[in-house]
């Protein structure tokens, strides 16, 4: 695959992706930069420089970011002045950090942990459950066969007693539960069953038990469940059961975090104080855990041979970012005293995890063949320079 840019001499940035749909390897490939399509410098006049995003919500929420161990070291600076908060991207996933019975991966997730720690940064840890980037191994059993239901239970004990046990006192938060909820429009389909915890255990039994598990590893802990598309009603009322129900069943659970994987077109305020409103009437805290929001309202599709045309981060689709940043922000402000922290999902637009998805956001259908299109979904720039929806955010 290749991607290059036109420059049309204008101050905007045309960048044509030449798609190849077979041979396509995104890890290799590195998104260029994009022409500045503004000649709006990227500060204002009442913008004091020397604060960052964590001093200017210092009295509402922290302010956090996904790291991994490379951004650790290539975007420290703005990482230690911007953030106060950071979750690992990918590196305390299960398949990660316990890909077999007996083997753990420590480095990375310890180099995190290290990082934040000298530069008093908290950490929030990710995840302990999730049917993606998971542990096939946890699922077979001796015999080849799929494990029982008993032994996938003692697994995911030893698995939360470990990893929670290492960290047990430097995490103010685990999310325990990922994304067990079905993304689908049938109300009456509650659970993901397409799982392979769904498929053990036919029964929320392993939701309850990662809880239990992660409060008995580490009390201090605040223990999240954690879901994506949490303000569509029909998936809302469905979190909303299941939260009840964790609280009827006495499950320590403390709060609920809404990934925020939006775009500029949606959710609307109304479906996002909604989905507050439910969560908060429970009593359980709120985090906003992977927010971006990506110019794209549908991930790119290539038809082979065709050159799929981006028009790159244009006037038009910044004033739209611009005004959806200040009116969720606008809402994170208002519903302060419950939530706790805003966390970003990546660094900067130089290389968001929704770029090799073709643009589009958390739930959308990936293309196949893959297509990469860059989603500029953050508030820093593809040069880590703050963006104007930065100073709509602060200055609000
Ligand atoms: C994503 C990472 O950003 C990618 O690098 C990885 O390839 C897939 O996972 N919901 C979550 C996050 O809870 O862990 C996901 O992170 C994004 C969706």
């Known amino acids: 695959m290749s991607n290059y840019f036109i420059n049309n001499g204008a101050n905007k940035g045309m960048l044509i992706v030449a798609a190849v749909a077979t041979a396509l390897s995104f890890s290799q490939c590195t998104p260029k930069q994009t022409a500045t399509v503004s000649s709006v410098p990227n500060t204002t006049p009442q913008a004091d420089i020397s604060k960052g995003l964590k001093d200017y919500f210092n009295d509402d929420f922290l302010m956090g970011v996904a ?8 975007d420290s600076a703005l ?5 106060n908060s950071v979750t690992a991207e990918n590196d305390m996933k299960v398949g990660i950090i316990h890909p077999a019975e007996n083997r753990y991966n420590w480095k990375n997730a310890d180099d995190i942990v290290a990082f934040a720690e000298r530069h008093h940064i908290k950490i929030r840890g990710h995840n302990l459950l999730w049917h993606k980037q998971g542990a096939d191994w946890m699922f077979v059993g001796p015999d080849g066969k799929p494990a029982s239901k008993e032994l996938v239970l003692q697994r995911l004990r030893d698995h939360i007693h ?11 938060v ?3 539960v990922n994304e067990a909820i079905d993304d689908g429009p049938d109300s009456t389909v509650m659970y993901r069953e397409s799982s392979p915890w769904w498929t053990t255990f036919k029964s929320p039994e392993f939701i309850e038990a990662a809880f239990r598990y992660a409060h008995e590893a580490d009390p201090s802990a605040k ?3 954690n879901e994506f598309n949490s303000e569509r009603p029909v998936k809302r009322e469905k979190i909303f059961k299941l939260l009840k129900k964790l609280k009827a069943d006495h499950v320590p659970i403390d709060g609920v975090g809404f990934q ?3 775009t500029v077109d949606r959710p609307n305020a109304e479906q996002i104080r909604k989905a507050l ?15 971006d929001i990506t110019v794209h309202t549908k991930p ?10 981006d028009p790159g981060y244009t006037p038009e689709v910044e004033a739209k970012q611009i005004a959806k940043y200040k009116m969720v922000f606008d809402i994170f402000r208002q519903y302060r005293k419950h939530i706790k922290a805003v966390t970003f999902w990546n660094v900067s637009d130089r290389g968001s995890w929704l770029d090799s998805r073709g643009g589009g956001s958390a739930g959308d259908p990936i293309p196949s063949p893959p297509v990469f299109l860059k989603a500029y979904p953050l508030l820093f720039d593809v040069n880590n320079q703050r963006k104007k929806a930065y100073w709509a955010v602060v200055n609000n």
């Open 67 to 74: 790291v991994s161990s490379r951004s650790i070291r290539t």
């Open 79 to 83: 990482i230690i002045k911007e953030f």
């Open 162 to 172: 470990t990893v929670v046990g290492r960290y047990k006192g430097k995490m103010y």
């Open 174 to 176: 685990w999310d325990v």
């Open 223 to 225: 223990l999240y469940y």
């Open 260 to 262: 925020a994987h939006w």
């Open 277 to 291: 409103d439910e969560v908060i009437s429970l009593g359980l805290e709120v985090q906003f855990t992977e927010l």
């Open 300 to 309: 790119a599709e290539i038809t082979p041979g065709k050159p799929l045309v």
